[in-house]
């Protein structure tokens, strides 16, 4: 049973920094599927994605974190990051990570999610 488990959020001011971990248990394919991060700035709103790592390695973010936002993976210790810089109160929200199946590129699709991890930015 795979499980993904978010970590790292907090209250933080603008311009601050925070570091979102996820860690997967139970996941086969976690070195070679594709995983991302997710966010949802209020119920009810759509979710968004923040940033990926397709099976082959390649990285894609959301423009409106571009620059800010570092997305990495730990194979060894089955852990996906987020490294949030520069933090805007616009990026208050619930953040999730997410992952295919059975070493799945991206646009198969996400098939797990964590329970998510919410970061509040104040100004």
């Known amino acids: 049973q795979v499980q993904l488990v978010e970590s790292g959020g907090g209250d933080v001011q603008a311009g601050g920094s925070l570091r979102l971990s996820c860690a997967a248990s139970g996941y086969t394919y976690y070195s070679t599927s594709c995983m991302g991060w997710f966010r949802q700035q209020a119920p009810g709103k759509d979710r968004e994605g923040v940033a990926r790592i397709d099976s082959d390695g390649t990285i894609m973010y959301a423009d409106s974190v571009k620059g800010r936002f570092t997305i990495s993976k730990d194979n060894a210790k089955s852990t996906l990051y987020l490294q949030m810089n520069s933090l805007k109160p616009e990026d208050t929200a619930m953040y999730y990570c997410?992952?295919?199946?059975?070493?799945?590129?991206?646009?198969?699709?996400?098939?797990?999610w964590g329970q998510g991890t919410q970061v509040t930015v104040s100004s």
């Open positions: 997410a992952a295919a199946k059975n070493g799945d590129y991206c646009y198969t699709g996400f098939d797990y």
